[in-house]
């Protein structure tokens, strides 16, 4: 299937503890994101990523960093967990280069207890 | 800054009623507005992109308009059924660097059969 797949599905952690989460597309987008949505189900961009280049940056804690390895891959890696931190998180991609919309991952619900 | 409110927030209808979602954007200078639906703990899902020279998307039982000029994109939904019970999500893509979506907060949709 052609898609943007996130992995952990679900990410239940303690305060203090690092993980991440891994975005893959296999359209052949160009650009990929991270969206965080929060309790009020309001959906922010924190990260944008072009051909493995940092577009964009958004207010995002330096706790949180973006990795692209290539440009069909998005990871987040988020250091020093917080209460706050707890969210779902979306990664999308998008075809550069005309009028193109954007495809989301089912997300990644992140729980810090 | 580009701002997107959709309203109402929430909205019951019996089944077979047809349904109207608003937003509104505040900077016109938009490349596309794209209409989403979120279905309770899953991700996005694409409904309709409506391109900014485009003044309206038909699919199927769904269609959009677009009013650039006056900041407005409506959602309309024929018959609806239970299964159109949903979150929609309006976002609009601007120019600024990375092109990024900004998102409204959602209409919540609930069809009483």
């Known amino acids: 299937d052609t898609a943007v797949s996130q992995t952990p599905k679900y990410l239940v952690t303690q305060m203090g503890n690092d993980k991440s989460i891994k975005c893959e597309q296999n359209l052949g987008h160009d650009t990929m994101y991270w969206y965080k949505q929060d309790s009020k189900k309001f959906l922010k961009i924190m990260f944008s990523y072009n051909n493995k280049e940092l577009i964009i940056n958004e207010t995002v804690p330096n706790r949180f960093s973006p990795k692209s390895p290539d440009k069909a891959h998005l990871n987040l890696h988020i250091n020093s967990l917080e209460l706050g931190d707890s969210a779902v998180y979306f990664c999308?991609?998008?075809?550069?280069?005309?009028?193109?919309?954007?495809?989301f991952g089912s997300g990644t619900r992140l729980t810090v207890v | 800054k580009q701002e997107v409110t959709q309203i109402p927030a929430a909205l019951s209808v019996p089944e077979g009623e047809n349904l109207v979602l608003n937003c509104s954007f505040t900077?016109?200078?938009?490349?596309?507005l794209q209409w989403f639906r979120q279905d309770p703990g899953k991700g996005l899902t694409s409904l309709l992109l409506?391109?900014?020279?485009?003044r309206e998307q038909t699919s199927g039982r769904l269609n959009a308009s677009l009013d650039k000029s006056s900041g407005r994109s409506t959602l309309y939904i024929a018959a609806s059924q239970p299964g159109d019970s949903a979150t929609y999500l309006c976002?609009?893509?601007?120019?600024?660097?990375?092109?990024?979506?900004?998102f409204g907060g959602g209409t919540r949709v609930l069809v009483k059969p």
């Open positions: 999308a991609s998008r075809k550069i280069g005309g009028d193109y919309g954007y495809t």
């Open positions: 409506i391109q900014s020279s485009q």
């Open positions: 900077d016109s200078a938009i490349y596309n």
């Open positions: 976002a609009v893509r601007t120019g600024a660097a990375g092109n990024k979506l900004t």
